[in-house]
């Protein structure tokens, strides 16, 4: 399978900082970007999906200024959760698919706990 | 007509022993269907999937039932072992690049 790396693994920030995380995929381009959140023991919540180049579309209920999402390249998305606060602290996982296929390779994940 | 559904939610099995866990959907026009495999602060992986054409898909001990009338399908890990012990989750797509529609989780403990 693919191999995606997520930097950082865990962060911890004072709330109303800014917090920027990023997705690599290390191994093939990706095509389509997709970030995830996961509170504990839950399933994962879909918050955008992103093409390269171009805006991502977010889901109802995700502000996408407050989660800006950014494709730079084919190998590379970015996740800034703006102004964090505690209810911002979650699991962010990133996911990529390449082109032309089905799977979805999900990076290991981003910890993230605002104070 | 966007949920997917699964169960049980937690499972415990006995070293050996055949792991089943559930899935159900309304969209018929979902045509891949993926499990996930996730350990405990890691991103999930993916185990095994299916696409509707087929009833039945097996990787190792790892085994996709589908019955497209009944909109359902399930999971089977034979032979199961401690280190199977993850949190499950099935989802489901429509269309190639479509998004993701997880079910809710099954939390697997394979005791010794």
């Known amino acids: 399978g693919a191999v995606v790396s997520q930097h950082p693994s865990r962060v911890i920030c004072k709330s109303g900082t800014s917090v920027k995380i990023e997705c690599r995929s290390l191994?093939?381009?990706?095509?389509?970007m997709f970030w995830y959140r996961q509170f504990p023991k839950q399933s994962l919540m879909l918050m955008a999906t992103?093409?390269?180049?171009?805006?991502?579309?977010?889901e109802q209920g995700v502000e996408k200024d407050k989660f800006l999402i950014n494709h730079a390249s084919l190998t590379l998305s970015t996740l800034t959760v703006t102004s964090a606060h505690p209810e911002d602290s979650s699991f962010y996982i990133c996911?990529?698919?390449?082109?032309?296929?089905?799977?979805?390779?999900f990076g290991p994940g981003t910890r993230l706990t605002v104070l | 007509q966007q949920q997917v559904k699964q169960s049980p939610q937690s499972l415990i099995v006995q070293k050996g022993g055949i792991s089943i866990i559930n899935c159900a959907y309304e969209?018929?026009?979902?045509?891949?269907f993926p499990w996930y495999q996730q350990f405990p602060g890691k991103g999930p992986a993916l185990l095994i999937a299916?696409?509707?054409?087929?009833s039945e898909k097996k990787e190792g001990r790892f085994t996709i039932s589908f019955n497209k009338s009944a909109k359902q399908f399930s999971l089977h890990i034979m032979d199961s072992q401690p280190g199977d012990s993850a949190t499950y989750f099935c989802?489901?797509?429509?269309?190639?690049?479509?998004?993701?529609?997880f079910g809710q989780g099954t939390e697997l403990s394979v005791k010794p």
């Open positions: 996911a990529l698919l390449a082109g032309g296929t089905d799977t979805q390779y």
């Open positions: 191994d093939f381009q990706a095509t389509t």
């Open positions: 992103s093409n390269e180049g171009s805006k991502a579309t977010y």
């Open positions: 969209n018929t026009a979902f045509d891949y």
């Open positions: 299916i696409r509707p054409d087929v």
């Open positions: 989802a489901a797509r429509r269309g190639q690049g479509g998004k993701l529609i």
